[in-house]
């Protein structure tokens, strides 16, 4: 490995610095990393993809000192640089290559001071690349609460790296870090191991060919040359040449070398870390792990956690729902009263509406990420992981299914991406193919609104709320559908490869408000950065569509409508004069007005186009419109609705709620009726109405079939099931 890249030192002006210091954040899962990321760079984070892949590329930005700043990398978690998954393969992807834009001026390693021996072994790998490093040994209140007693000098002195106690939780450590961070930090001289003596003409000659530095970096390539995404296929050719005229065993390698290290790693612990123990009962937390995690038990508290959700999410999230949507309302009354014209139409009738589409539901969407971030904080999620294992088994998914499952209760699009940390090819195509029927977070303003037409606010035994079980019952159905789909593509699906489950549990902790409070921050803040600009665009786009038609269509529509309004043309005062003495009448033949002009608009003919399609489902044109445009993302459901019914409204017609209760059909009826409603929620828990999910599944499985398969899949079963649902209640 060549000498590392030069570092500004801390007390450099911030003039002479050519650019912030990139450090990469790397550690085993559950070592603290998100923690110390969250410590470093606050509100300062985004979140892009790395270069070529579709896996999460987490950075923020970090104040060393008053003139240093650092771009922080968050790199996924892993516990060596033999990659098993492919969220671990941009580590080695990244590390590897010095030339890489992304290269790290150094890395910082955080490490489970509670076990240090399994932490240490991608430190030494690590060590062993020649990259720059500072040591991050956080959990250090957990290690002395267990005994654990290390000595900080002499293992600085064998690992050769500096080291910082640490507790990144609470903050605790971090100004020092920042400080070593700051500083010019050289190449550790210590090495760890060194391949075999029969090894190093394959390995010098790897490394001179690619002008590598380091014999360690070069036996990687000799290991790794299928998965390095870098080289070229010349170059993969001629490593694999190498590898066949030396008869490499990559597999008796890589073993020798992970027993070689880990006894390295235990002549350095027998040195600096002594144990005394310190409990005399049954760990607090195995003694937990026997409850949460109980064969029936385990389930109950679970489902009795999920109830929780649900009932949270309309009982606590309905004030400030109601307030949001009140205020939209008024607002857009204030403007239509003072103002007119066609820019205020579009204003209030486009851009207000489907604004309020997307920020009526920020109060549920923050109490949806709230809930799961406490979870993942204290260490829950592991113990539901490792739970519903058992549960997966039978319908042929892994234990390792289950974190993208749950992740797709917040979006299906990272939660497929989630499952590239399966290693089974048929385990991960069966993930990604059902993860899209768990009910996501875009569902909750189609569900929310629906629910709240049809079912009673009330309680029942006095505790539960109708309308939360409604909606946990709509999550649970989603739950059952992808485990039904993913036990028929278990069946269909052939392959001679076996999945292996293996999980740690991490400490329980108490939830660090910190990072609770910046899961919500960007959940949110996607949520209406990204779903608000499709949903706000769509809106204006559907104003426009509704509010004019082809041709003369919609005039001539008006002008047959006032012909057959007789009645008052004959008065004495003539028809403006009958108008304001029947204030109740004009106000009626201004709806039918508007409503004509819907009918005959550019969306009013397209929707007729496609009525007879689904109106065995209960739907008429206008709900057909809101299917097409909820393709691009489910939540824009509510955006077009919104729209569509505010489109010639009066101004005074009140909230979304109370304009969707308004609408009658042709019978004079409610038109959103139990069935009406019902048939579409259904089809919503079941359609694949998102372009970015199907994206995602093309990305992830390098062949168009399985989005297509998606498609066809999901859309016929959504339109069988409210088919049925509506005939069941009509």
């Known amino acids: 490995m060549s000498k590392p890249a030069d570092v500004a030192d801390g007390q450099q002006a911030a003039s002479t610095t050519v650019r912030p210091l990139r450090i990469a954040l790397i550690g085993n899962p559950n070592s603290g990393k998100t923690s110390l990321f969250n410590q470093l760079t606050g509100l300062n984070q985004k979140v892009g993809n790395f270069p070529g892949v579709t896996v999460d590329r987490k950075t923020g930005v970090a104040q060393l000192t008053a003139t240093q700043r650092a771009e922080i990398i968050d790199l996924p978690g892993t516990y060596s640089l033999y990659p098993k998954s492919l969220d671990e393969k941009v580590i080695t992807d990244l590390l590897y290559d010095k030339g890489a834009d992304n290269y790290p001026d150094f890395v910082v390693v955080t490490v489970d001071a509670n076990n240090l021996r399994r932490s240490l072994l991608l430190f030494t790998q690590l060590g062993d690349l020649g990259l ?92 790794q040359f299928r998965q390095i995404g870098f080289l070229s296929a010349d170059e993969k050719t001629h490593i694999q040449e190498l590898t066949q005229k030396y008869a490499f065993d990559a597999t008796a390698q890589q073993a020798a070398e992970t027993i070689g290290r880990y006894a390295r790693i235990n002549e350095i612990l027998l040195e600096t870390v002594t144990v005394t123990r310190t409990e005399q009962h049954e760990p607090v937390s195995n003694r937990i792990d026997k409850v949460l995690t109980h064969r029936v038990g385990g389930y109950l508290i679970f489902l009795s956690i999920l109830f929780l959700l649900f009932q949270a999410i309309f009982a606590w999230a309905q004030y400030p729902m109601d307030w949001i949507d009140q205020g939209i309302s008024g607002l857009s009354a204030v403007i239509q009263e003072n103002f007119h014209g066609p820019l205020i139409r579009l204003l209030t009738e486009g851009v207000l509406a489907g604004l309020g589409g997307v920020l009526i539901f920020i109060p549920q969407i923050a109490l949806l990420f709230g809930f799961l971030a406490v979870l993942e904080e204290t260490g829950y999620m592991a113990r539901v992981t490792f739970l519903m294992d058992k549960l997966m088994r039978p319908f042929g998914l892994s234990g390792k299914s289950v974190v993208p499952l749950i992740s797709g209760l917040a979006c299906a699009v990272p939660a497929i991406m989630g499952a590239r940390t399966i290693e089974s090819w048929k385990d991960r195509m069966i993930t990604i193919f059902v993860t899209p ?42 739950l059952f559908s992808a485990l039904g789909s993913a036990w028929v593509l278990k069946k269909v699906l052939k392959a001679r490869e076996r999945s292996y489950f293996i999980m740690e549990f991490p400490v329980y902790q108490w939830p660090r408000w910190k990072n609770v409070g910046l899961t919500i921050y960007q959940k949110v803040q996607a ?57 109740d009448y004009k106000a009626n033949l201004d709806r039918q007005v508007a409503s004509a002009r819907l009918e005959n608009s550019y969306a009013g003919v397209f929707g007729h186009l496609i009525e007879p399609a689904i109106r065995p489902l209960g739907y008429d044109w206008k709900i057909g419109i809101a299917l097409l445009t909820s393709f691009a993302a489910r939540e824009v459901f509510v955006g077009t609705i919104s729209t569509i019914y505010s489109v010639g409204q009066d101004a005074d017609m009140g909230t979304l709620q109370q304009k969707l209760s308004a609408e009658r059909d042709a019978n004079g009826q409610p038109f959103f009726t139990p069935a009406r409603a019902f048939s579409l929620l259904v089809f919503y828990v079941f359609a694949m109405q998102c372009m970015s999910t199907l994206a995602v599944t093309y990305r992830e499985t390098k062949s168009i079939r399985w989005p297509l398969a998606q498609l066809i899949y999901m859309t016929g079963l959504a339109y069988a099931a409210a088919f049925m649902v509506y005939q069941a209640l009509t």
């Not at 957990?142 to 000595?151: L, P, S, T, W, Y």
């Not at 909750?444 to 049809?454: D, F, N, Q, R």
């Not at 043309?569 to 028809?575: R, T, Y």
């Open 132 to 223: 720059p490093a500072v040591l991050a040994l956080n959990m250090m209140d957990v290690a002395e609460r267990h005994g654990v007693n290390i000595d900080l000098p002499e293992l600085e002195r064998e690992l050769g790296v500096p080291i910082i106690p640490m507790n990144a939780r609470k903050g605790i450590g971090v100004a020092a870090l920042k400080i070593v961070m700051a500083q010019r930090l050289d190449t550790p001289p210590v090495r760890f191991w060194e391949p075999d003596e029969q090894m190093l003409p394959l390995v010098r000659q790897i490394r001179y060919y690619f002008n590598l530095h380091n014999d360690y970096l070069a036996l990687h390539y000799a290991q």
């Open 437 to 478: 029927l768990m009910s996501c977070s875009a569902r909750i303003p189609v569900y929310t609104v629906l629910v709240a037409l049809v079912v009673p606010d009330e309680a029942a035994w006095g505790i539960f709320n109708l309308r939360g079980v409604a909606l946990m019952s709509l999550y649970l159905l989603g």
């Open 527 to 583: 949520f209406v950065l990204q779903a608000g600009k499709v949903i706000v665009a769509i809106s204006v786009l559907l104003w426009v569509l509704a509010s004019y038609g082809p041709g003369q269509r919609q005039e001539a529509a008006v002008s047959q409508l006032i012909m057959r309004q007789n009645i008052g043309f004959n008065s004495p005062g003539g028809v403006a004069e009958f108008y304001k003495q029947h204030p």
